[in-house]
C-alpha cells in the first residue's frame, strides 16, 4: 500500500489516469481508465474518519471470510481525504424483480452471517477498532448518531424505551451499509464494497438498513406501497424499534424540518410492532406519505 505521503499527482499517473467523476453528496468516485482501481475522494461529513475507517476495516473484512476492495493507495491531501481501491469485477445487486429481491436478499444473509458471528470484546461504536472499556452501550450509540435537536422531539422517551432491549443484544461487526449496489454479484462469487460507514452494534442495525433502503427506493421509484414485497424481508431477523430509528435517522438528515413529519404515535406503532410483515407495510405507508410531503430521497 501507498501510504499518506503521496500526492494527488501520483495517483492521476499511477495507478490512474482516472476518468470522469461521479460526484454524490459526501464522495466523488473516478474510475481508472484501464479499468484496475476506483478512486473515491470524501467529501462532507468527517472525510478523514470515513477514509481511515473504511482503509482499516477492507483489510479486516477479508480476515472474516469476505472479499473485500484492496487500499493500493490512500492519503489527506489539498484535494482532501482519498483513497484508491483495487477494482473488483461483478454487477450490483437490484431490486427491480420479485426473483432479483429474492437474490439479494439470500446475497444479504450470506454477507451478515460471516460478518455477524460472535467476536469477543466488541464494544459498540463506528468502526471496528477496538475501543477501551467504559465505552457506550447499544441503545446509546444508535442515539447518539441522531442529532442532539431530536432529544427535544416528542417522540424522543418512546424511541428510547423501545431501544432498552438492544442492550442485551450481541455487539458485532456491522457493514454499516448495506445496499444493493453494496454487493456485486461475480459468477459464484460475492464482493462487498463501501465500508466507510462500518461499525460495531446489534446486527438487526445491518438488516434494518437493508429494509428501509428497499423500501424507499422502490417507493421513490414509484411502486406503490401495497407493491413493495414485504414478505420476501422476512427471511432477516427484524425490529420494529430499530426500523422506527432508521426511519428518523434517513429524516434528521432531511430538510430542517423533515424530523417533524412523525408524531410520537407514528414513532411507537413502528417500534411497537413486533409483526415484520406488518411493521414493513406500516413503513411502507409512512415512507410514501413523507415523499408525497416532499422530502427528498
Ligand atoms: N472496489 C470496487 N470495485 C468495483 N466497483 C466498486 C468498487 N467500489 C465501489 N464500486 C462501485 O461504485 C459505487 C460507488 O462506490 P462507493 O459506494 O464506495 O461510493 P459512495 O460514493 O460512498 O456511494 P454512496 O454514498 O452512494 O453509498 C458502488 O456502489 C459500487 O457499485
Ligand atoms: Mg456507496
Known sequence: MIGSGMTETYIEHRPGPFGPATAKPHSTTRRAVDGSALLKVY????????????????GRAVLRGLSAPVVLATGEGVAGSWTVFSMLPGTPCSIGAHEVVEEYIGHVLDVSGRLHQPAVDLTPGSGWERRQAGSVSQRQFLLDQLTSRCRRRPWW??????????????????????????????????????????????????????????????????????????????????????????????????RPHDIDQLSSHDVSRLAGEDQPTAAYRALARSVALLRVAGVPR
Not at 467529501?43 to 477492507?58: F, K, L, N, Y
Not at 456491522?174 to 459464484?188: I, Q, R, T
Request: include cysteine.
Open 43 to 58: 467529501v462532507g461529513i468527517d472525510p478523514e474518519g470515513r477514509r481511515r475507517r473504511e482503509a482499516e476495516t477492507v
Open 157 to 254: 422517551a418512546v424511541l428510547e424505551g423501545f431501544l432498552h432491549p438492544l442492550d442485551s443484544q450481541p455487539v458485532v461487526y456491522l457493514h454499516g451499509d448495506l445496499k444493493p449496489e453494496h454487493l456485486l454479484v461475480d459468477g459464484e462469487r460475492l464482493h462487498v464494497v463501501d465500508w466507510e460507514a462500518s461499525a460495531c452494534g446489534p446486527a438487526v442495525v445491518d438488516y434494518a438498513d437493508v429494509v428501509f433502503h428497499l423500501v424507499r427506493d422502490l417507493l421513490y421509484d414509484g411502486v406503490p406501497p401495497e407493491r413493495v414485497p414485504v414478505e420476501l424481508l422476512t427471511a432477516m431477523p427484524f425490529s420494529g424499534p430499530v426500523l422506527a430509528w432508521r426511519l428518523l435517522l434517513w429524516l434528521d438528515r432531511r
